[in-house]
């Protein structure tokens, strides 16, 4: 079986890879780079946009520690946190705004953290 190529492919309109094959548009890719740049910016120096194909342009920032990242989704922000460089991240959180899903996935981990000290606590 032919690997098919996640190279897109500008024609006529049409900004898609074969492998993705849903036909997506020139327009929608440029919107998903225009909306991660607008991300990026409001969340300050060194945040990175992500943009990728899969059946559609989607996006996501990630932070200049690369330990966060952060992308719509359904109307609010989903943030991820895990080890640098990681594919999405151990925590997640939703929020309403971007710094709100970032205060929320830190939470997240700071409660799993204080529950495993407490768990583990005069073990070793
Ligand atoms: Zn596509």
């Known amino acids: 079986m032919t690997e098919l190529s996640w190279d897109a492919k500008d024609k006529g309109g049409r900004y898609c890879a074969p492998a993705c094959g849903r036909g997506c548009t020139a327009r929608e890719h440029d919107l998903a780079e225009a909306k991660a740049e607008v991300l990026a910016r409001a969340l300050g120096p060194g945040w990175e946009p992500e943009v990728w194909e899969n059946l559609g342009w989607h996006y996501s920032v990630q932070s200049p520690c690369k ?51 407490a768990i583990i606590e005069g073990l070793a």
């Open 67 to 117: 330990r966060l990242s952060v992308s719509p989704s359904l109307g609010s922000f989903m943030a991820f946190l895990g080890e640098p460089g990681g594919i999405g991240g151990r925590w997640s959180a939703h929020g309403e705004t971007p710094q709100e899903a970032i205060k929320a996935v830190i939470a997240v981990a700071v409660a799993e953290y204080e529950e495993i000290g």
